[in-house]
């Protein structure tokens, strides 16, 4: 080494001693790195590192493929099976977990939109309007009188066949993960304050749009504080209540809310779920979010189809499962 190389290193090595004691290097010749910098610097983190797991369709046998192909207008077939349902980790009400299963049924792609709901019903009721925005401000009552019209044909899912089809096979947080992902629901973070046409986030497994976020949608279960702790096949609910069950949270949801096992309860006179009012408690305000999506046993469609085959065979009548005036949901 050069005895002017070395004299460097010594006066390096010297500048580095007093900083170390104390002495601050001069601020207008050295800035603190910012956050981004600092970020770029250390790399990616653990996960950002790994890409998200991807949501892989269900997949079906042969048979089951058969079945699904009968599947009513804008709709998608929910194959049945068993599934750990509730969370012993989190709020009280959703307690117990215990092994519930369903049989297999049709539940609808999309959220029903202003458009399917004008055609039956004649008006509109929402706040925001727009023929594929969901429906809301509909309260349990007003939705008997629309699936009256159906003939047997759209039903309320049970809150077991929707957190079974929401899951669609999952045990995390959400249907795609652990991690809120804004890709795959309207919530507070990005909605806006404004429900949106359904069908633009990504899909659950079974093919089911927006079973998080947008509009907080109805089951037909009355309202229980803790599920039973056995297993249970099929299971409807208490015979009676006060209150409904809605599931799946609205565009002023949180994350937290989001999650798959969350559940509330609401009178059934409401067509609003309120912060401001006692929880769940009746309210006359019209502000929030509350729709629903239709559901029809799988045995049920079966059957109609059946009786509609023999009548066409016998007398040439048609006996149809599906209502007067149905759109098509986009």
Known sequence: MRF?????ALAACLLLASCSQGDAPDSEESEALSVAEIEQQAGPGPESAVAPKRVEPVQLTEEDKKVAALAPAGMVFIKGGCF?????????????????????????????????WEAVMGYNPAKFVGPDHPVEQVNYFDIEKFLKQYSGACRLPTEAEWEYAARAGTQTRYYWG????????????????????????????????????NVWEWTEDWWQNVYPSKKLDNPTGPNAGEYKVI???????????LRTTNRTWLNPKNRVYSKISTYGGLVNEKFNYIGFRCVVSADTLLQSQQVRKVKNEGKG????????KQTAQP
């Not at 009400?93 to 049989?103: A, L, Y």
């Not at 009548?317 to 007067?324: F, G």
């Open 84 to 116: 750990i349902m509730g969370n012993n980790n989190a709020q009280v009400d959703e307690k117990f977990e215990r092994e519930v299963c369903v049989q297999d049924f049709f539940m609808d792609k999309y959220e029903l939109t202003q458009e399917r």
């Open 178 to 213: 652990n991690v809120m992902d804004g890709e795959y629901a309207w919530y507070a973070d990005n909605a806006k304050d404004t429900t949106h046409p359904v069908g633009q986030k990504k899909p659950n497994a079974f093919g089911l749009y927006d079973m998080m976020g």
């Open 247 to 257: 599931r799946g949270g609205s565009i002023v949801s949180s994350a937290g809310a």
């Open 317 to 324: 009548e048609t006996s149809s499962p599906n209502p007067p």
């Open 4 to 8: 002017s190389q070395f004299l460097l």
